[in-house]
């Protein structure tokens, strides 16, 4: 189950977790080619959450944001399981999700 801190935080910054969840998701499958769909606390607009993508090796910190949450949607990821089925890949991730982790790196990236 998602922490409270969680869903505050998702809700405060995006409406909803749902409509965090379809933001996101939206975000992993329009990222094109290779890369990372990230969820970051941004400190520089009030420990807000954004989403960001990456393409390569970027990494949000070099930007100064603060990873919480990253889906790789890199095609090896999941190819074997997906085939290039971006869309399936990214639906599933929900389900698979450890948000009580997540939660541990949002407390992390706020703090910090």
């Known amino acids: 189950a998602m922490p409270k801190a969680v869903e505050d935080a998702t809700t405060a910054s995006f409406g909803s977790v749902d409509a965090f969840k379809t933001k996101f998701t939206e975000s ?3 990222n094109f ?3 990372w769909t990230w969820l970051v606390v941004d400190p520089k607009d009030g420990n807000k959450l954004k989403i960001t993508n990456t393409s390569n090796a970027g990494f949000p910190l070099s930007e100064g944001l603060r990873p919480v949450f990253t889906v790789d949607v890199w095609e090896h990821a999941y190819y ?4 290039n089925r971006r ?3 990214v639906a ?3 389900k698979i999700t450890n948000w ?3 939660g541990e790196q949002l407390k992390n990236a706020t703090t910090a």
């Open 80 to 83: 074997k399981d997906f085939e």
């Open 33 to 35: 080619g290779s890369g």
């Open 87 to 89: 869309p399936d890949y």
């Open 92 to 94: 599933n991730i929900w």
């Open 100 to 102: 009580e982790y997540v």
């Open 28 to 30: 992993c499958i329009g």
